[in-house]
T-cell receptor, first 114, second 117 residues
Framework: AQSVTQPDIHITVSEGASLELRCNYS??????LFWYVQSPGQGLQLLLK??????LVQGIKGFEAEFKRSQSSFNLRKPSVHWSDAAEYFC????????????FGKGTMLLVSP | GAVVSQHPSRVICKSGTSVKIECRSL??????MFWYRQFPKQSLMLMAT?????????EQGVEKDKFLINHASLTLSTLTVTSAHPEDSSFYIC?????????????FGQGTRLTVV
């Protein structure tokens, strides 16, 4: 069975600073990888996804993520964080015959300081 | 993009009553929908997979008699929490995939906050 680890429960970043959120996965084959963002009391919004091809994936809101097979990682990055980026971020892996069945990490809460 | 709508967004009910949550795909048909539960400061846990016209598939540890799922049409799945108790209070989120499943992205609803008093 697949699993996802997000080692950081919460991270605080100054506005304008760069951001990297870590995600490691465990899966025997090529995974489908996702990053979602959740604002308080809201549903999930897809930031980006990796299915195949270029290992550097561009997403919405200026986010990008890089798939590194050798490290089983799919870290999320943003060069300059805005206060509106404060939210919970979830990494997920989809696998099997229908990758819409997702396994989520526990999430990383991003706090943005002025 | 595809839109999935959940209703209600918030509901408060008395202990012992039942609550129905709807998940609708507004601009696409979905053979398969998924129901997740999210505890405070926790991740999403898959509860069940809802298949149109057939019985739902429940994850281990989820009581099928307590969490009734009906997927009667290609655009609507419902989750009914029966005889609700305070420990059922949680955030419930559904997702739907267009078409007949397979390698298709899932789209999420905005979630339903259930509080049982």
């Amino acid at each position: 069975a697949q699993s996802v680890t997000q080692p950081d429960i919460h991270i605080t970043v100054s506005e304008g600073a760069s951001l990297e959120l870590r995600c490691n996965y465990s899966y025997g084959a090529t995974p489908y990888l996702f990053w979602y963002v959740q604002s308080p009391g809201q549903g999930l919004q897809l930031l980006l996804k990796y299915f195949s091809g270029d290992t550097l994936v561009q997403g919405i809101k200026g986010f990008e993520a890089e798939f590194k097979r050798s490290q089983s990682s799919f870290n999320l990055r943003k060069p300059s964080v805005h206060w509106s980026d404060a939210a919970e971020y979830f990494c997920a892996v989809g696998a099997g015959s229908g990758y819409s069945t997702l396994t989520f990490g526990k999430g990383t809460m991003l706090l943005v300081s002025p | 993009g595809a839109v999935v709508s959940q209703h209600p967004s918030r509901v408060i009910c008395k202990s012992g009553t039942s609550v129905k949550i709807e998940c609708r795909s507004l601009d696409f048909q979905a053979t398969t929908m998924f129901w997740y539960r999210q505890f405070p400061k926790q991740s999403l846990m898959l509860m069940a997979t809802s298949n149109e016209g057939s019985k739902a598939t429940y994850e281990q540890g989820v009581e099928k008699d307590k969490f009734l799922i009906n997927h009667a049409s290609l655009t609507l799945s419902t989750l009914t929490v029966t005889s609700a108790h305070p420990e059922d209070s949680s955030f419930y989120i559904c997702s739907a995939i267009p078409g007949h499943g397979g390698n298709t992205e899932a789209f999420f609803g905005q979630g339903t906050r259930l509080t049982v008093v």
